[in-house]
């Protein structure tokens, strides 16, 4: 199985042409061919398929074999991918997602794209759509309880899940917290988690614990979720600059949307080897 290598801010994933359905998305080979020492090392594996109703239609697996909704960091090295393959001329793509359709207009610099802007769609925090089971209609800076420990967050979805907690400095270990709150009953189809330090009203700083994938180097649904959450809070102004550990996004909040641009890089070119597909 041919594939491609690339990161957004260092969200890497293995990116497949799979319009022709050959892979079938098994969950304990996608798990094997990310992991890092056994595998190819990956964050998940993003592939691109025919879309009767758009460009292209993008499905995205977590490092664990599982499909989440949408993936901002992957959307924009899956358009890159399209492009540098031929497979478009187009630098406006739009794409089907499990979140809805997604818009993408691809940055080029001296021929080549550097990154993209995505449309990341419509915002909500209502906990019915992540889903989140919470006694009220929103939790926005709302305590819940795991595992006896009290938290508190703003649950919103950007067609993902997302719970995200501002902190007056980034913990040292998000995994004990994370990993709880990930599988925790309080999030029935899980969560990714979101640990945020507040720079100035138009800077944030944060890190991400990943729904199926642990702690990942950025997150571009997480840093929407958590640019919409801190307006919600009147913590920012509408545009925003997010940095993780990985690198920065730039978010703007404008007339309903979510509009994200970063980087996208294309790191090798490989093939998975035939013996790799025992299960
Ligand atoms: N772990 C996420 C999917 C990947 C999202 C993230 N890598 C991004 O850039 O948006 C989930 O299961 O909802």
Not at 12 to 35: C, E, G, L, Q, V
Not at 94 to 115: C, P, S, Y
Not at 155 to 162: Q, T
Not at 209 to 218: F, P
Request: glycine content about 10%; some cysteine; hydrophobic content about 35%.
């Amino acid at each position: 199985m041919k594939f491609t290598k690339m990161e957004g801010i260092g969200n890497d994933y293995i990116y497949i042409d799979n319009r022709d359905h050959f892979f079938d998305y098994d969950p304990a080979f996608i798990t094997k061919i990310s992991d890092r020492h056994m595998g190819i090392g990956a964050d998940g594996l993003i592939a691109l398929e025919n879309s009767d109703k758009y460009d292209f239609k993008m499905r995205m697996f977590n490092a664990d074999g599982s499909e989440g909704q949408m993936c901002g960091n992957g959307i924009r090295c899956l358009a890159k991918f399209a492009y540098d393959n031929k497979l478009t001329d187009k630098t406006h793509l739009e794409f089907e997602t499990k979140a809805g359709k997604r818009i993408v207009d691809l940055i080029l610099e001296d021929g080549q794209v550097t990154g993209a802007t995505v449309d990341m769609g419509v915002p909500s925090s209502k906990v019915k759509d992540l889903p989140m089971v919470y006694d009220a209609e929103e939790c926005i800076n709302g305590e819940f309880v795991v595992g006896g420990k009290r938290y508190r967050g703003t649950a919103i979805s950007v067609g993902n899940p997302h719970i995200v907690m501002f902190t007056k400095h980034l913990p040292e270990d998000i995994e004990t917290d994370g990993f709880k709150i990930e599988h925790s009953g309080v999030f029935p189809e899980k969560v990714n988690v979101e640990f945020v330090e507040v720079i100035d009203r138009n800077h944030l700083k944060m890190r991400v614990w990943e729904r199926g994938s642990g702690e990942t180097l950025a997150c571009g649904t997480g840093a929407c979720a958590t640019v919409y959450a801190a307006i919600l809070e009147n913590k920012i102004d509408t545009t925003c600059d997010v940095e993780l550990l990985g690198g920065h996004l730039s978010i703007t909040y404008r007339d309903g949307h979510l509009f994200m641009t970063g980087q996208a890089r294309t790191t090798f070119i490989g093939e998975v080897m035939e013996e790799n597909y025992v299960r």
